[in-house]
């Protein structure tokens, strides 16, 4: 059984809460918003139905936004590659902040500067591990010939 069985089996909503850092409603929630955009994109586009499953998607999410983990070292426990572990928790975190159901506009009120002067919360969050790489895709040929010399110096081409 993996994670996400475990945690709909929880019967007690006390210990449910305090693993997913959810009430079980919630949780439902936003189980729902992310099955019905799952459905959405797989209907228009098609995919592949065999990849991670939303329940388990969002299980992922939840404990890396509860524990804050390395990514990692979650993919090792759930057995994935770091890389589909890090578009499945960008995808949950993107798909809930689109929804109206959780908006986190109130959450951004409160942490903005006071007309006195004084921030109300401060929060400082830095990882730079877990940042994805920005490279670029297309016409890299324009500013980068690919050809290097002996010594690892770009060579200037005629």
């Not at 929880?10 to 949780?27: A, C, H, P, Q, S």
């Not at 918003?33 to 991670?52: A, F, M, Q, S």
Request: with cysteine; hydrophobic share 35%.
């Amino acid at each position: 059984m993996n994670k996400y069985g475990k945690i709909e089996a929880l019967k007690d909503m006390e210990l449910f809460r305090l693993v997913t850092g959810v009430t079980k409603e919630v949780f439902n929630q936003m189980l729902e918003v992310l099955t019905d955009e799952y459905k959405r994109i797989h209907k228009t586009k098609g995919g592949n139905p065999n990849g991670t499953p939303v329940g388990l998607k969002l299980v992922i999410a939840l404990e890396y936004w509860r524990e804050y983990r390395a990514m990692r070292q979650m993919a090792f426990d759930y057995n994935m590659p770091v890389s589909t572990l890090c578009e499945s928790i960008l995808w949950v975190e993107d798909i809930l902040s689109q929804s109206k159901k959780f908006q986190i506009q109130e959450l951004k009120e409160k942490f903005k500067h006071r007309e006195d002067g004084e921030d109300s919360i401060r929060v400082v969050l830095i990882d730079v591990e877990e940042q994805p790489i920005e490279r670029p895709i297309e016409n890299q040929q324009k500013h980068y010939s690919g050809k290097k010399t002996t010594h690892g110096e770009v060579s200037t081409v005629s």
